[in-house]
């Protein structure tokens, strides 16, 4: 195993088609020259097209695998996809912070999948908000971030983490996302490359970022150049599911 190469951890569920979840992070990371671990929280049944079925990972069993690993490798950056609830992405964080404060955490909250499965309910917000606290960016769409936000403010950050606000479903101004910062709002729109929709692609997104962070780009730089990597990524083939370069 290289030395040069920095460590990052996915904590996602396992899609067999490839295209989300921790096989689409790993050949992100892969394509980022940054060596990979992988945690399944969840197996699942889908295709490109049609999510059928899923079995989640106990949560105890996550644990003691973010154990092992932590007490073996010096992990970087901790990207984070479905999990059960939010009583288990807490627990899963205070883990993470606990055994490397340094580590940073990058969460991708997929609620829902594309067919309108739901993976996780947010009924405590007040936990929400202290689970936050713990974790240096999340990527949600527009219609997570009103879930997650319900009084979410386009012109201000008056929430306790990162935010990558994702334009692929903002019908006012397609393709752009909006980074929201403690003291700092930014625009990143896109390039005039033809890209089509795929599944999975914030799963690429958010695991982009976060090997740009294991690779100590900041954050403003982290997001730029995965905004480079996903336009790469949705271009790539005019099908759902797309294929990985740099």
């Given at each position: 195993?290289?030395?040069?190469?920095?460590?990052?951890?996915?904590?996602?569920?396992?899609?067999?088609?490839?295209?989300?979840?921790?096989?689409?992070d790993?050949?992100?990371?892969?394509?980022?020259?940054?060596?990979?671990?992988?945690?399944?929280?969840?197996?699942?049944?889908?295709?490109?097209?049609?999510?059928?079925?899923i079995?989640?990972?106990?949560?105890?069993?996550?644990?003691?695998?973010?154990?092992?690993?932590?007490?073996?490798?010096?992990?970087?950056?901790?990207?984070?996809?479905?999990?059960?609830?939010?009583?288990?992405?807490?627990?899963?964080?205070?883990?993470?912070k606990?055994?490397?404060?340094?580590?940073k955490?990058?969460?991708?909250?997929?609620?829902?999948?594309?067919?309108?499965?739901?993976?996780?309910?947010?009924?405590?917000?007040?936990?929400?908000?202290?689970?936050?606290a713990?974790?240096?960016?999340?990527?949600?769409?527009?219609?997570?971030?009103?879930?997650?936000?319900?009084?979410?403010?386009?012109?201000?950050?008056?929430?306790?983490?990162?935010?990558?606000?994702?334009?692929?479903?903002?019908?006012?101004?397609?393709?752009?996302?909006?980074?929201?910062?403690?003291?700092?709002?930014?625009?990143?729109?896109?390039?005039?490359?033809?890209?089509?929709?795929?599944?999975?692609?914030?799963?690429?997104?958010?695991?982009?970022?976060?090997?740009?962070?294991?690779?100590?780009?900041?954050?403003?730089?982290?997001?730029?150049?995965?905004?480079?990597?996903?336009?790469?990524?949705?271009?790539?083939?005019?099908?759902?599911?797309?294929?990985?370069y740099?």
């Amino acid at each position: 195993m290289s030395t040069n190469r920095p460590f990052a951890l996915t904590i996602a569920g396992l899609d067999p088609s490839g295209g989300a979840g921790i096989l689409a992070d790993i050949k992100t990371f892969e394509q980022h020259k940054v060596t990979g671990f992988a945690i399944s929280t969840a197996n699942t049944i889908q295709t490109e097209n049609q999510f059928y079925e899923i079995e989640w990972t106990d949560v105890n069993f996550i644990i003691r695998s973010i154990e092992t690993l932590f007490s073996n490798y010096k992990i970087a950056v901790v990207k984070i996809g479905i999990v059960a609830s939010l009583q288990d992405l807490n627990r899963i964080i205070l883990t993470i912070k606990l055994l490397s404060p340094a580590a940073k955490i990058v969460w991708d909250p997929v609620l829902k999948s594309t067919t309108k499965f739901e993976f996780m309910t947010i009924d405590d917000h007040s936990n929400l908000n202290k689970i936050l606290a713990e974790i240096d960016l999340i990527t949600p769409n527009y219609h997570e971030a009103k879930i997650l936000f319900p009084d979410f403010s386009s012109k201000e950050n008056k929430f306790s983490t990162s935010i990558l606000l994702k334009g692929g479903h903002n019908k006012k101004a397609l393709g752009t996302d909006t980074l929201f910062l403690e003291d700092e709002i930014l625009e990143l729109l896109p390039s005039n490359q033809k890209c089509s929709e795929k599944h999975g692609s914030g799963c690429v997104l958010s695991s982009a970022i976060a090997s740009n962070l294991a690779l100590n780009q900041t954050m403003i730089e982290a997001c730029k150049n995965a905004k480079i990597y996903i336009e790469n990524y949705l271009s790539s083939t005019s099908t759902l599911i797309g294929y990985h370069y740099v």
